[in-house]
């Protein structure tokens, strides 16, 4: 299948492309920040990402949006851009998104204030927010990438959710519908380490599609199902978990 669109842009920024495909490139900015941003520590990471000039959204920002939680946490939620709030406060999904997001998280046993295994860590794809809440640009994904890959290096989380149809396709690298991915455990390799990954709706639309709010609580079963099958491996080792999409 092709990938086309920002998914495939995060993908090769993040350098997960065919080998064949990324000796042919030209060495593109995203790529080369990726380098220098595959050395920092917490702390250097949060600070590159609120200097960063990489791409136009940090001419209309109020601040930069790095992620909120535990950073041990063995759960990781990503979604797709700040929106007025969160530009405003500095954290991930501190709006009415945000609130429902903490109910559906709290209904789980977790929370962005829990510690040990309830604890998550919050982060979103692009870290400026795009005027008007538009749609983020390939651009901007791909200036983005290597902070949200080094975020999942450092974290090395059990399981990551992605919230929405753009982070969706933006991590899987699909143009295809959140519908179609739901109900299965995917998986995303970042360097020697494989993740497993569960699909659900964004808590904006849920807020718009209230009749689909069971579905999503249907993906967090699905997410803890897998979470609780997956046994934690030394720091340095892939974890064991079933290859490619299977049910929990
Ligand atoms: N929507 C997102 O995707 N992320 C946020 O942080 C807020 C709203």
Redesign the pocket.
Known sequence: MAVTGSGATLWHALGMGPLWRERAAAPSPARSGMQATAQLDWDGLEQAVAACTACVLCRTRTQT?FGVGSRNATWMFI?????AE?DARGE??V?Q??RLLDNMLAAAGLGRECTGEKAVYIA?VLKCRPPGNRNPEAAEVAACAPFLQRQIELLQPRIIVV??RF?TQALLVTDASIASLRGRVHEISIGARRYPVVVTY?P?YLLRNLADKSKSWDDMCLARACYARLVPTPADTPFSASSGTTPP
């Not at 979604?79 to 929106?83: F, I, N, V």
């Open positions: 949006v979604g797709e851009a700040p929106g969160e991930p999904f709006g998104a945000g979103n919230m929405g982070a964004h904006a």
